[in-house]
C-alpha cells in the first residue's frame, strides 16, 4: 500500500492516514528505514501504529508499507544459545553493554545435518515428527509437520546438511522447511489442555517443599529491589528439571542484564556438563532498547517456549521482570489517549496479565506428545508495595506465588521466599501425585511445616513482649524447632557445591528429620524431661547436614537422623 503516510510522530507511536484501510495488530514497515511497527487502534481512515524501533528521522509525509500479516517470529533450530531481541532479531553477540538497535537479521544462513523420520506415501497430520536435527548436544530439535498442515507426504530430502530455508519434504501440497512463521500473539494450537500433575522440581527446598508448582502452571516471585529475585531465577533456571529454559530479559537496566547474559553463559548444565546455554533462549530487551518492543517480548518469549513444547519437551519461560513489561504497556496507553486506571496502568492490564499467564499449559500437542510450558514471573513492585496493580492482578492469575520478604534478605536468609505471604495452589494436586510415587506423608510433612512455622511467628510476637524465658515450655521448644526449620532446611546457599540444589529425595529426609527430633523431644517433655535439658540437647548435626552430605545423598541425611534419634533416647532412658 502506498497510499498510506505518517500524518505525526508522538515518540514510538505514530498517526497514519490510511485511505485503503489496514487491519487491527497487522505488521506496516514504516518510513525510509522500513522500521517495522504494528497497528494497535483503527478509526475510520486513521490508524495508531507503535514502532519497535528508535523513530528518530521520522516525519510527517512518509510511507508506510502494510504487510497484510500480524506480527510473527521464525521459529527454528538455531534458537538454543542464542541471543535475540524483543521480536526475535538475532544480536549480534552477548555485549559488554546492550545498545539500542543493535539487533539485526541473520546475514547468513547456518546448515543443519537433517535425519528424516518419515517415508514418502506415509500420511501424516499437523505435530507430526518429519525429521530432526541436533540443535546442540543437549537438545534434539523435531522437525514437525506444522499447525494447519497435514496430507501424505510426497517427497522428503534424504539425510544431510540443509538450510534453515530449504525445503524438507512436500506434505500434503505444502513445502515445509526447517523453519515456520508464527503470529506472537496466537497460542499455538493443541490436542487437548491437562491437569497439572507432577511438580517441576527446581532443587530449590522452600519451593519444592512448602510452595511447589507444577509442570504447566504459573508461579511469580514478587520482591523488592536487592531481595534475591534475579539469583533465585537463576538457580531455577540452572536446576529445574524442564529440558529448556526461555530468559525474557524484559525492560531490565542494560549493564544489569548484561552482567545476566554473562553468567549465564558461564554456568554448567548439571545434566551434560556443557554450558547451560546449550539449552536456553535468551531474549533480551533493556530499558535503553526501543519501549514498544518490550511489550512483544514476553509474547515472543513464550511463543518460543510453546514451539519446543510441541516438541514433547517441558519448557520453562523466565519473565523478569512482568512490572517493566507493564510500564511499557502504561506508556503506550498514556501515547494513545487511553483513559487511565489505577496508578496510570490501562484499564486492560488485568487482561493482558491474563492474557500471558493463560499460555502456560501440560499439554497433549497435535502429534500425541505430552508437553508443557510453565511460565515464571518477576514482580519489581515500585517501593516493594506489594498491593501496588501489577503484584495484585498477579496474584489473582498464578498458580503459585513466591514472595520475598526484604526482611529475610537483610538477614541473610536465602532464599528469602517468606511464608507468610507465599502461597501454592498446586500443592493438593502435587501433594496426590507424590503419594502415587510411593510417599504418601509428602502433604502431611508440608502442612506441619508450615503449621510450625505459623506458630513460631504467633508466639514471637509474645515473646517480645514478656521475654522468651516467660513463655510455657511447649511454646519455647515450638520457636526452638521453627529456627532450626528455616536454618536447616529453607535456608539455601547458591554458593556451595553441596547445597545450591538438593534431590527431592534429601528434601524428604532434611524435613523429615527435623520434624522427627520435634516429635520426640515433644514427648520428652511430657514425660518428664525439663526444658532446660531438651535446651541443651546437641542438634548441630541437624543444621549441618544440608552442607555435609552431598546433594543427592539421602542415605547419609537418614545416617545423622538414626544416630540423633539414638543420642534422644538414651537421654530419655535415663530419666
Not at 524484559?250 to 549493564?255: D, P
Amino acid at each position: 500500500m502506498s497510499d498510506a503516510v505518517i500524518t505525526r510522530v508522538n515518540g514510538p507511536v505514530l498517526q497514519v492516514n490510511a485511505p485503503s484501510g489496514l487491519a487491527m495488530l497487522e505488521v506496516v514497515l514504516v518510513g525510509p528505514l522500513r522500521l517495522p511497527g504494528e497497528v494497535i487502534a483503527l478509526s475510520d481512515t486513521t490508524a495508531t501504529v507503535q514502532v519497535y524501533e528508535y523513530t528518530g528521522g521520522l516525519r510527517p509525509g512518509d510511507t508506510v508499507l502494510a504487510t497484510g500479516a500480524p506480527l510473527a517470529v521464525s521459529l527454528g533450530p538455531g534458537l538454543l544459545g542464542g541471543v535475540f531481541d524483543g521480536v526475535l532479531r538475532p544480536l549480534h553477540a552477548t555485549p559488554v553493554r546492550l545498545e539500542a538497535g543493535s539487533a539485526t537479521a541473520a546475514t547468513a544462513e547456518r546448515t543443519w545435518s537433517f535425519i528424516p523420520a518419515a517415508r514418502a506415501g506415509e500420511e501424516l497430520t499437523a505435530g507430526s515428527v518429519l525429521g530432526s536435527v541436533r540443535e546442540t548436544p543437549a537438545i534434539e530439535h523435531r522437525v514437525l509437520v506444522p499447525p494447519g498442515g497435514g496430507g501424505v507426504v510426497e517427497w522428503i530430502a534424504p539425510a544431510g546438511e540443509r538450510r534453515a530455508s530449504e525445503t524438507i519434504a512436500r506434505v500434503g501440497g505444502a513445502e515445509v522447511t526447517l523453519t515456520q512463521r508464527w503470529p506472537v500473539r496466537r497460542p499455538r494450537p493443541v490436542r487437548a489442555r491437562l491437569p497439572a500433575q507432577a511438580p517441576l522440581v527446581t532443587g530449590q527446598r522452600v519451593l519444592d517443599l512448602l510452595f511447589p508448582i507444577a509442570h504447566g502452571s504459573t508461579g511469580a516471585i514478587p520482591g523488592a529491589f536487592g531481595t534475591g529475585k534475579t539469583v533465585l531465577l537463576q538457580q531455577i533456571a540452572k536446576w529445574c528439571d524442564a529440558a529448556v529454559i526461555v530468559y525474557v530479559g524484559c525492560g531490565e537496566r542494560g549493564n544489569e542484564l548484561a552482567e545476566v547474559l554473562e553468567e549465564f553463559e558461564a554456568l554448567e548444565d548439571p545434566r551434560s556438563g556443557r554450558p547451560l546455554l546449550d539449552r536456553t533462549v535468551l531474549i533480551a530487551n533493556t530499558s535503553n532498547m526501543p519501549v514498544m518492543a518490550r511489550e512483544a517480548s514476553v509474547y515472543t518469549g513464550v511463543t518460543v517456549a510453546e514451539y519446543y513444547r510441541d516438541m514433547g519437551y517441558d519448557v520453562v519461560v523466565i519473565a523478569d521482570s512482568t512490572s517493566r513489561w507493564a510500564e511499557s504497556l502504561r506508556e503506550l496507553a498514556s501515547r494513545t489517549d487511553e483513559l487511565p486506571a489505577e496508578e496510570g496502568y490501562p484499564a486492560g492490564l488485568s487482561s493482558a496479565l491474563a492474557a500471558f499467564y493463560e499460555r502456560a499449559a501440560r499439554v497433549r500437542t497435535l502429534g500425541g506428545e505430552l508437553g508443557s510450558a510453565t511460565v515464571l514471573g518477576a514482580v519489581s513492585p515500585p517501593g516493594g508495595d506489594l498491593a501496588e496493580p501489577v503484584t495484585a492482578h498477579t496474584r489473582r492469575f498464578v498458580r503459585s506465588v513466591w514472595s520475598l520478604d526484604r526482611d529475610l534478605a537483610y538477614a541473610r536468609h536465602h532464599p528469602a521466599v517468606s511464608w507468610r505471604d507465599s502461597s501454592s495452589r498446586d500443592a493438593t494436586q502435587i501433594a496426590l501425585w507424590y503419594a502415587e510415587q510411593d510417599d504418601p506423608g509428602w502433604g502431611e510433612r508440608r502442612t506441619r511445616a508450615l503449621r510450625l512455622l505459623t506458630d513460631a511467628d504467633r508466639i514471637e510476637s509474645i515473646a517480645q513482649l514478656v521475654g522468651a524465658d516467660s513463655l510455657p515450655a511447649r511454646e519455647r521448644l515450638a520457636l526452638r524447632f521453627a529456627r532450626l526449620l528455616r536454618e536447616a532446611v529453607l535456608q539455601q546457599s547458591a554458593l556451595s557445591a553441596n547445597d545450591q540444589y538438593t534431590s527431592p529425595a534429601k528434601q524428604r529426609e532434611l524435613l523429615g528429620l527435623v520434624l522427627a527430633a520435634h516429635d520426640r523431644l515433644s514427648a520428652l517433655l511430657a514425660s518428664g524431661v525439663t526444658i532446660a535439658q531438651l535446651e541443651a540437647v546437641d542438634l548441630t548435626p541437624i543444621l549441618r547436614a544440608r552442607h555435609d552430605t552431598p546433594p543427592d545423598d539421602a542415605a547419609a541425611v537418614g545416617d545423622i537422623g538414626r544416630a540423633l534419634m539414638s543420642a534422644l533416647d538414651a537421654l530419655g532412658a535415663s530419666q
